[in-house]
């Protein structure tokens, strides 16, 4: 039988999991400007007073919803790479690639909260509302380039990139993780990420809606040229 503190802790996590399912419905309807604590507590039948007992500030919540959505998009691509062949590279990118926009496309709201729209007057804590996932998933951009080098190397012999064209604290987190990589290879980790997340981004944000009616079939199309253009296909 369940007792009295278990059923408290039960009912606080199922309130404060609401809590965060109502900033993001807000966010979808109204905006960044539209996640405060009033508005969620107003949308919930409970007074401010009653939130604060949940999240003491508004950046408390924000960052609280920043990590649990990014941590989710970092499991996702994280699985995908995992299961997909080590010996196939071209395989492991279109995994990797399909689960990020997969995820992108399940949850709209999250996407725009981690990579768009910010939070008005939000103060990001020292260190990063998600240092962990933006780890994960910074790397894990960085291994499709790696695991596409050894193909894609030369292509590249005439590369002019130095480690002087790179910001400091994205080279403390590739240097270590991927210590063959060259320059040329932390360049092109951010290209393929130009390529992957642009594409999304203006799927997410709506500006293909009116452009084409096969949105998935653009990206499998870009996908594929990537791929192509790294000397992997397969």
């Known amino acids: 039988m369940e007792g009295t503190g278990g059923r408290r802790a039960r009912l606080r996590a199922e309130t404060t999991a609401e809590i965060r399912q109502v900033a993001l419905k807000l966010m979808a309807s109204g905006g960044p400007d539209a996640i405060t604590l009033r508005a969620i507590a107003r949308e919930m039948g409970m007074t401010a007073n009653a939130i604060y007992g949940y999240f003491a500030t508004r950046d408390d919540l924000v960052t609280t919803l920043i990590n649990e959505v990014y941590t ?3 499991d996702a691509v994280d699985a995908a790479w995992a299961d997909a062949p080590a010996a196939d590279p071209a395989g492991r990118i279109r995994a990797w690639a399909r689960a990020f926009r997969g995820w992108a496309l399940a949850n709209p ?73 060259p ?3 932390v360049a092109l980790a951010l290209r393929i990420w130009g390529h992957l997340h642009g594409l999304v981004s203006l799927e997410i944000y709506g500006h293909l809606r009116t452009q084409t009616i096969s949105p998935d079939k653009l990206f499998r199309e870009e996908l594929a040229q990537l791929i192509r253009s790294l000397g992997i296909d397969s």
């Open 109 to 181: 709201e999250g996407f725009r909260l981690v990579y768009g729209d910010p939070v008005p007057g939000y103060q990001v804590p020292e260190g990063g509302a998600a240092p962990d996932a933006a780890y994960r998933v910074c790397t894990g951009i960085a291994a499709l380039a790696a695991a596409a080098w050894p193909h894609a190397g030369p292509l590249h012999a005439d590369s002019d990139f130095q480690w002087s064209d790179f910001d400091d604290g994205l080279l403390d987190k590739l240097r270590p993780a991927f210590p063959d990589l």
């Open 72 to 74: 989710a998009l970092a």
């Open 183 to 185: 320059p040329a290879g």
